[in-house]
């Protein structure tokens, strides 16, 4: 223990009996309000010796003053006196009333609610059961308090009677409960419409609160806002709980608790310390870091507590006020902390004050660092050695094993800790080392854009020369660091990131993506490598198509995804032509679904895109006609094309549209690919856009004349639906035995097969065949049909004979690369204990290298610095 306060006199033996306390912190005054409704200010005497009365005010209210609150910026003093929350002029000598709120008869108690996406000024007010919200505002040229609508959910059935706000969290008690109120602004504003619609007021404000309750109690209660903590505390009983700013706690528990000796009638919170009033005037200090008992002191008859300036708190008793301040003891209590290595402590004390200069601070810092080190805390002992930007070299010293050749090492290091506790504190080195390279990186990038535009000056350079120097060393700790910790294999995949050794990356999120026992940082290993890819640009082209063909291959849409990002600009801007070429050799069935994107997303105007995205939309609908044994209906009804069953019928339809709206392609080219006995309805469409109107009515009128001359009674009927997806170009659906039973019945006409079986011959590749015959009646001879049959298998074979050179030419080619693929795969790179860098002549070792095409080796970042040379 130790006196962490001196208490001095405010005043004593006041004629009045003190209520409540508020401090003016900009005028550094004391104010107290009276049982009788007076209102006396203390302010910091000009000798800066205590405090010496400035002002009484005992027109201020005629009765006692129960609460109040200094709001400066609006100057204006709040004060709760009678059931009644008035508003007062702070900078006036006689505080003139501003406003009072009318509406509310019986205040209980109210706090100041600051929202942070506002800079307005609310309060929260208690009153019956109900909480209400108004807003500081002009209204009819002056100021007052403006009731805003606030909407929550009934939670409690009592009257809150202690309320505080943090951000946009209220907290409150109500009865022997706290609650949280979580505050948002109704976005809606428009709920409730004025009466006069041609009124031109603004629409009324709107919040709603979501209340949800805390924890129970049984004492006077107490909430403490711990803001540079990110916490708020509540007193319940002897000991004050807490929970982050917006009310969460652990599933288990709360985050900190603080137990006092008995249950304090109030807390406040000076940093690092929580003070609590006792009964019998008992004031008690805590630590905030561990709860332990600082101080305590005895104050006759004091009952309220304030707090004051920073290191400061007010305790007024019936008619006396004192000032507990810490500024008296701080350098000796700060001595005294750091020798009892309290290092929390002493650095919260000395960070609060003026008194320490910036050079003593970090002195304390790095020794609470060194002790914390001692202490096998390592993650919080490297995050203070980086608070102070400690040298890194000074903290690799403490890892002499990990150091490089030349560097002089330490003694009392992790080398004689166990080896668990060795290997903790690696760990630890391999996080504090990865968040400095990163740094460090950034420092190096800014000093090469600042030497480009020609600003860098010759102090940076110097400057960056260490940098260097010191991110080699940082490297190569850190691969040592990662090897012998075995696993850190999340950091050494952000090293490899960082360092833009992306291919040693890559292979790493491949190999971990089929370990069952991986980190689970490579879950989605597939994912990251498909975001991973997306990020590199052209420039690194090459390499995404290596790592694409292995996506490729284990996901189809996430190999897609790597060159169809919108999320960037580096998949739209890769070279699409190498990306087609890659297609079609390694993933022919990545094409149709690139090419849609190219196309229809990024409005790619190119024929060559359009063309290539026809060609695998005919070959795709090709291979699937081949099974599609709905093609060969037994009631002779012709299918739509488009509407075929599965997948054939999707990708014609999409077949369909793009030869209607695209303008990028060769008809005729397209004409060639398309097979003569098929693809009639594609092909009107592509010789309507040739203006061969005439050929394409041919490709219908054929058909239909030798359905007219087999079936002359079959007759469309004008009662018949037709299809309202019908276009010239499209086939319709006319459904045979439904279309007979309505023709007219007195029709007479006889089949004229031999002119149909004439017709079949002569036009056998403008003709759907299949169809034609499917259509002869099941008793035609097959001598009558024998030169029709002769006619379609003659021009079958002409198709078949073009198929199979077209074939012999691909399989040539895809020798010829497979040939160059497997001579550049042969490529060996032997790296042993005898391999030495081109540039420095030393030993490559484990440290990471290049290879030249003529097989010599050197570090890399020997190779980088021979690079910057040349560049420069």
């Keep these: 223990m130790y006196d962490a306060y001196t208490p001095n006199e405010v005043a004593l033996r ?18 107290a309000g009276g049982k009788a409704g ?3 200010a203390y302010s910091i005497s000009a000798n800066r010796r205590g405090f010496e009365l400035t002002n009484i005010c005992k027109t201020f209210h005629k009765n006692a003053v129960m609460e109040l609150k200094v709001c400066q910026r609006e100057d204006i003093l709040l004060c709760v006196s009678d059931g009644q929350l008035m508003a007062h002029r702070l900078s006036d000598p006689e505080y003139k009333v501003e406003t009072l709120i009318h509406k509310i008869k019986k205040v209980t108690t109210f706090a100041r609610f600051s929202p942070k996406s506002s800079g307005d000024l609310y309060v929260i007010v208690s009153s019956v059961k109900r909480l209400y919200l108004f807003k500081w505002g002009e209204k009819d040229g002056h100021k007052e308090f403006i009731e805003v609508a606030l909407d929550y959910n009934p939670e409690f059935g009592e009257t809150p009677t202690h309320i505080k706000c943090v951000g946009e969290m209220v907290f409150f008690s109500a009865r022997n409960q706290y609650y949280s109120m979580t505050m948002q602004k109704d976005k809606i504003a428009a709920r409730t419409p004025p009466d006069d619609k041609s009124a031109t007021s603004p629409i009324p404000e709107g919040w709603n609160g979501f209340v949800k309750s805390l924890v129970n109690f049984n004492c006077k209660a107490g909430i403490i806002p711990m803001i540079d903590r990110r916490r708020v505390a509540f007193v319940r009983n002897e000991t004050v709980v807490t929970t982050d700013i917006w009310g969460n706690r652990p599933v288990n ?3 900190d608790e603080y137990k006092f000796s008995e249950v304090p009638m109030q807390v406040v919170y000076d940093s690092p310390y929580l003070v609590g009033m006792l009964s019998k005037g008992r004031v008690e200090i805590r630590s905030i870091f561990d709860g332990q008992l600082v101080q305590t002191m005895s104050l006759p008859k004091a009952m309220t507590l304030c707090n004051g300036a920073r290191g400061q708190v007010f305790v007024a008793a019936t008619s006396d006020i004192w000032i507990m301040d810490t500024s008296q003891n701080l350098r000796k209590n700060v001595s005294h902390l ?8 002493a650095i919260q004390l000395a960070d609060n004050s003026n008194l320490f200069a910036d050079e003593h601070k970090i002195e304390i810092k790095k020794k609470a660092a060194l002790n914390l080190f001692n202490q096998k805390k390592f993650d919080e002992s490297f995050a203070l050695f980086g608070e102070i930007k400690t040298e890194v070299l000074t903290i690799l010293r403490m890892f002499p094993e990990l150091l490089p050749d030349g560097f002089q090492k330490v003694a009392g290091t992790v080398s004689d800790m166990p080896a668990n506790d060795r290997m903790r504190a690696l760990l630890a080195l391999g996080n504090y080392l990865s968040e400095i390279r990163t740094e460090h990186a950034k420092h190096i990038d800014l000093y090469h854009r600042l030497r480009a535009s020609g600003q860098a000056k010759k102090a940076d350079t110097e400057e960056m020369e260490k940098l260097v120097l010191t991110l080699r060393v940082v490297d190569t700790t850190l691969l040592r660091c990662y090897i012998k910790t075995e696993g850190r294999l999340r950091s050494l995949f952000i090293l490899y990131e960082s360092r833009k050794k992306h291919e040693m990356a890559l292979d790493l999120l491949i190999e971990q993506s089929s370990r069952p026992d991986a980190d689970p940082f490579f879950d989605d290993a597939t994912q990251q490598i498909v975001e991973y890819l997306q990020s590199l640009g052209n420039s690194n082209l090459p390499l995404i198509l290596k790592y694409a063909k292995w996506v490729l291959a284990k996901d189809l849409d996430a190999g897609v995804q790597i060159f169809t990002s919108d999320e960037t600009e580096m998949a739209r801007n890769l070279n699409r032509k190498t990306v087609v070429e890659f297609m079609k050799t390694e993933c022919p069935e990545a094409m149709i679904p690139y090419l849609e994107h190219v196309i229809f997303k990024w409005e790619e105007p190119s024929s060559f895109f359009h063309e290539t995205l026809l060609e695998y939309y005919v070959a795709r609908v090709n291979s699937l006609f081949k099974d599609y044994v709905h093609a060969f209906p037994d009631d002779e009804n012709i299918t739509r094309a488009g509407d075929e069953d599965g997948e054939l019928g999707i990708i014609r339809k999409r077949l369909l549209r793009f030869l209607e709206i695209s303008h990028s392609y060769s008809p005729q080219t397209v004409l060639l690919q398309l097979a003569p006995h098929a693809f009639f309805e594609e092909r009107a469409l592509i010789l309507g856009r040739l203006k061969q109107h005439d050929q394409a009515l041919a490709l219908y009128v054929y058909l239909l004349l030798f359905r ?3 079936h002359p009674n079959q007759h469309y009927h004008p009662k018949l639906q037709v299809d309202p997806d019908s276009t010239p170009f499209g086939s319709f659906r006319d459904d045979v035995s439904e279309t007979s039973t309505l023709a007219n019945s007195t029709s007479s006409y006889q089949p004229d097969v031999n002119t149909a079986i004439k017709i079949l011959a002569k036009y056998a590749d403008k003709i759907d065949t299949v169809a034609a015959l499917n259509m002869l009646p099941a008793k035609t001879p097959l001598r009558v049909v024998f030169s029709a049959i002769n006619a379609v298998i003659q021009t079958t074979g002409r198709q078949a004979s073009t198929r199979k050179m077209e074939k012999s030419v691909s399989q040539c080619a895809m020798s010829k690369k ?7 795969q042969a490529t060996k790179i032997i790296v042993n204990f005898s391999s030495e ?16 095409p003529d097989g010599r080796l050197a570090h890399l970042y020997c190779h980088n610095d021979s690079q910057t040379g040349i560049r420069t």
């Design 14 to 31: 006041l004629p009045v009996e003190v209520t409540c306390l508020a401090f003016h912190e900009s005028k550094q005054t004391l104010l």
């Design 38 to 40: 007076h209102l006396y």
């Design 253 to 255: 528990g709360f985050s």
């Design 338 to 345: 750091i020798q009892e290595r309290e290092f929390e402590l």
């Design 708 to 710: 007219a001359l087999v």
């Design 818 to 824: 497979l040939e160059r693929k497997n001579r550049a």
């Design 837 to 852: 860098c081109v540039v420095c002549e030393k030993k490559i070792a484990v440290s990471a290298f290049v290879r030249y």
